[in-house]
């Protein structure tokens, strides 16, 4: 997808046509990869990971750069919700649109992953630059300590490797920045997915 300056601080906003709608929120998207690489990979196909209040969840940022104010209030949603939310320690960095430079967003990113007390990374936005990480995430490390990845746009590279990579299901839902304002994902599906054990519930 081509970059959008317009959604990095300062421009006009993410785009509301992006945001999720209906049933999509929980879904296992996109496929795993075939029922024959996955067995030669020692791999079968698993539900997402279950997700309780108290948990620590990691908050990054692999693509698009935040504005500081969106980010403060959805952290607030996330501790109203239950959560422990832990923001990476470049969360606010800026380099042109996106969070940072690519190390920086990539060692964010890492830093989670290989945190044994986070048990789900929940993206603060979607946006250009996370494909640009995919050949250095540490999959074999998410593999052994697997975590419950949720965001959507952009970050639909991330989840179809992570799958690929894992055999895990991920969250297709809304990201942090987004959580503070109702109008911008549907709420009732979100609840729907809170309440599912085989994609993971947020109770």
């Not at 421009?11 to 990869?33: L, V």
């Not at 990054?60 to 209030?73: K, T």
């Not at 946006?127 to 250095?136: A, E, I, N, T």
């Not at 809304?174 to 993971?200: F, K, M, Q, W």
Request: positive net charge.
């Amino acid at each position: 997808m081509a970059p959008d300056p317009a959604g990095a601080p300062g421009g006009r906003g993410p785009r509301r046509g992006r945001k999720p709608q209906g049933d999509t929120i929980g879904a296992d998207d996109p496929k795993p990869a075939p029922e024959p690489a996955r067995r030669a990979a020692g791999m079968t196909k698993r539900a997402a990971l279950r997700l309780r209040r108290g948990d620590a969840v990691g908050v990054v940022a692999p693509g698009f750069a935040l504005r500081p104010r969106l980010l403060r209030e959805g952290l607030a949603r996330l501790r109203r919700m239950g959560f422990r939310p832990l923001p990476g320690p470049g969360l606010l960095q800026t380099e042109g649109y996106l969070a940072g430079s690519d190390e920086q967003r990539l060692d964010d990113l890492r830093g989670m992953i290989e945190n044994p007390e986070v048990r789900a990374i929940w993206f603060a936005r979607g946006g250009y630059g996370s494909s640009r990480l995919l050949d250095r995430v540490p999959w074999n490390e998410l593999r052994r300590n697997p975590k419950l990845l949720i965001g959507y746009s952009d970050l639909t590279a991330l989840f179809a490797e992570a799958i690929r990579r894992t055999g895990r299901s991920c969250l297709y839902g809304p990201v942090v920045t987004e959580l503070r304002d109702v109008g911008l994902y549907h709420g009732p599906s979100l609840r729907e997915a809170r309440n599912r054990s085989r994609s993971g519930t947020l109770n």
